[in-house]
């Protein structure tokens, strides 16, 4: 079992930043691909990004593009999301995801609660 939690959402004016953090417990945190992913109200959960089990590939949404930044730290078990120029279509609850594999998809082995990420215009 690997137990996801997710912290530092909030409210945030359009253009500001909010940085995201996932702190991984359980299994080998190093073994898995992590992702985030979003939902946002009455819409689907949708792929943000996610990076491999060494760092070295990373994907986006294209939308996020530019704005989002990916990272984590295997010596914490922690997985971050810098998000800059944040738009209010950006609005969303952000899951964090962990999977067995070379990236994080929405079939992810494990899941965190989320965090509210609310931008205003």
């Known amino acids: 079992q690997v137990q996801l939690v997710e912290s530092g959402g909030g409210l945030v004016q359009a253009g500001g930043s909010l940085r995201l953090s996932c702190a991984a417990s359980?299994?080998?945190?190093?073994?898995?691909?992590m992702g985030w992913f979003r939902q946002a109200p009455g819409k689907e959960r949708e792929f943000v990004a996610d990076?491999?089990?060494?760092?070295?590939?990373?994907r986006y949404k294209d939308s996020v593009k530019g704005r989002f930044t990916i990272s984590r730290d295997n010596a914490k078990n922690t997985v971050y999301l810098q998000m800059n120029s944040l738009k209010p279509e950006d609005t969303a609850v952000y899951y964090c995801?962990?999977?067995?594999?070379?990236?994080?998809?929405?079939?992810?082995?494990?899941w965190g609660k989320g965090t509210l990420v609310t931008v205003s215009s």
């Open positions: 359980g299994r080998t945190f190093s073994n898995y691909a």
């Open positions: 995801a962990a999977e067995l594999g070379p990236r994080a998809t929405s079939r992810a082995d494990y």
């Open positions: 990076i491999s089990w060494s760092g070295n590939t990373i």
